[in-house]
Nanobody, 127 residues
């Protein structure tokens, strides 16, 4: 079992930046694809970013590409989401998630393919 704990959320003005962190327990973190998702009030949860187990590949949807950067430090069992040029539409609860299929070559954007989830951290962007 892997436990994920997000931190770094908060209130920021439009155009500002935040960096989210997700700390993972367990020795197998370095073998997992990691993802970030978000859920705004009244909306379904949506994919935000994902990173391969080695950190060499990343993937983003068009809505955040060029503004968000996912990275990981396997020595610290932590994955990060750097969010720049934030917009009010980025307001949501942000969740990190782990795909437990070790050393998987595919980076998935499908929510159901992630096995472990954190409790979420609120990000609010004011206009």
């Amino acid at each position: 079992q892997v436990q994920l704990v997000e931190s770094g959320g908060g209130l920021v003005q439009a155009g500002g930046s935040l960096r989210l962190s997700c700390a993972a327990s367990g020795r197998t973190f370095s073998s997992y694809v990691m993802g970030w998702f978000r859920q705004a009030p009244g909306k379904e949860r949506e994919f935000v970013a994902a990173i391969s187990w080695s950190g060499g590949r990343t993937y983003y949807p068009d809505s955040v590409n060029g503004r968000f950067t996912i990275s990981r430090d396997n020595a610290k069992n932590t994955v990060y989401l750097q969010m720049d040029s934030l917009k009010p539409d980025d307001t949501a609860v942000y969740y990190c998630a782990a795909d437990r299929r070790a050393f998987r070559r595919v980076i998935t954007i499908v929510e159901s393919e992630y096995d472990y989830w954190g409790q979420g951290t609120q990000v609010t962007v004011s206009s």
